[in-house]
């Protein structure tokens, strides 16, 4: 008798340990503050974390619906991309910055990471791992730094750097298709 009285006790400290990790990583998949969404092969949503709902201005609702529907027509690349990870067997992952279209409209930067794990759902098709983080005010910050770089900032006009650039173009330009150039200085 004592020898599976041992064992039971053995059994129950290894449950309550699974159940602690299984805690943590329920936790860590709702807490992280990046996007993670776990879609089918097909690209149909099987769940999403708080931060994707957030990003996405949505709730659970999405569950069952096509990832593809929150990447905008014009982020063609990221479609065609994702088509060919989800109708291959390659394991390597899919980074690529794209864009998110959330349910009010807007778009978002998002630099995103899809990988195709060898998870199998009961209907025999991979899962896909999507991972994504906002970099939308990086993107506006970094346009406002090259804009910075070209423009006055008081008149909006081009500065003498922007001029540079221009004037070796049209020289260039003009040496190349035989034309002439004229430059006006006041």
Known sequence: GNCSC??????LEKSQELAKERDFIRQLFELAPVIIIIQ??????????????TALETDDS?????????IPETDQEHLNR???LRSQDNLEPMQMD?????TSGKTL???WLHKLLPIREEDGGKVILTLGVDISERKIVEARNIRM???DYLTGLSNRRKFQEE??????????????????YM
């Open 98 to 102: 794209g864009s998110l279209l959330t």
């Open 82 to 84: 994702l088509g060919r």
């Open 62 to 70: 999405v569950i069952g619906k096509v990832f593809d529907i929150f």
């Open 40 to 53: 089918k092969q097909n690209g149909i949503i099987l769940s999403i974390n708080d931060a994707a709902k």
């Open 109 to 111: 930067t998002i630099s």
């Open 6 to 11: 041992r064992s039971n006790w053995s059994c």
């Open 149 to 151: 770089a070209y423009y």
């Open 167 to 184: 004037f070796t173009q049209s020289i260039a330009a003009a040496s190349r298709y035989g034309y002439q150039l004229a430059v006006l």
